[in-house]
């Protein structure tokens, strides 16, 4: 018995070892981003049904046009970040909207969805889909 403990010994220090699990490796915090911040000026505007939308404007150059700048479904102002870096070294002005629902448009008239995934499906005698119209005009 005592050889057969001892060559189990030797069989065990002998034998390859899997190496040791790694232990979990210190994870510093990345550090965030700051957030994408439109250079310009905050707009706040009202829409003729209630919603309040927040906006950007930077001024063009003088002779040098300004562009409205609208995102798609689930986007917001800040969506145009790169780009408007690009018009401001050109000279180009903007405006870029938040669309009601969307980015810091999140001010409804009493008893509406204040963020778009919670608009209410189209019928006939309300469509908040349409009434985007009005954040436009």
Partial sequence: MTSALLALALWAAAAPTAPAPAAPAETAAKPKRPP???AGNDIE??????????????????????????????????NWYTLTRAMAKRGLGFFALDFRGHGASQSPPPGQPSFWR????????????????????
Avoid: C, I, S
């Avoid at 927040?54 to 001024?59: D, E, G, I, N, T």
């Avoid at 046009?65 to 102002?77: I, Q, S």
């Avoid at 919670?118 to 005009?137: G, I, R, S």
């Fill in 45 to 78: 505007l009202k829409t003729k049904d209630g919603w309040t939308l927040a906006a950007k404007y930077q001024p063009a150059q003088p002779d040098k046009p300004t562009l409205l700048l609208l995102h798609e479904t689930g986007g917001r102002k800040e």
């Fill in 36 to 38: 994408k911040v439109l």
């Fill in 118 to 137: 919670k608009f209410p499906a189209p019928t006939k005698a309300h469509n908040e889909w349409n009434n985007l119209l009005l954040d436009v005009d």
